[in-house]
């Protein structure tokens, strides 16, 4: 006899996997890049030869070529695989990110989100757009209607 009950509704099932990276050494890498300003000076140089932009894929590859230091291979696996890194000092700042110190400094602070300062055209009445913001005086402002 042929059992026609479907048993994927009715059990529950677990499959063990190994994680892709190693949290003590991505934490490790990190405390180490956030203390010695050398060990990231030094990670900063072994991209001297790769062509930018690039994503964190392309980085860890090239980092990979260049060193067997499981510290610097760990700290390029703590970037953010989702973001095309344009040139050395984006990779720096990005790294950078998860030193407190250098975080605080680049964050917005409370006073400036309760009172930004916005920056106004100076426009009189007498003046129309086109005086005060034309790129050209024969330019024309046209208006698409439905």
Known sequence: MVNTKDNSKSSIGSVRHKPTYNSENLNRATDRAINDPNFLN???????????????????????????????????????GYIEYKHQFHVQKALEENDPKKKAAS?????????????????????NIKNTQAVTESEERKIFRK
């Open 42 to 80: 030094s990670c900063m140089n072994l991209l001297r030869d790769l062509k930018l932009p690039a994503f964190k894929n392309s980085l860890v590859d090239h980092i990979t070529r260049a060193t067997k230091d499981s510290d610097i291979i760990s700290l390029f696996e703590t970037l953010d």
């Open 107 to 127: 964050q917005m602070r409370d006073e400036t989100r309760e009172n930004p300062s916005l920056k106004n055209h100076r426009t009189t009445v007498k003046k």
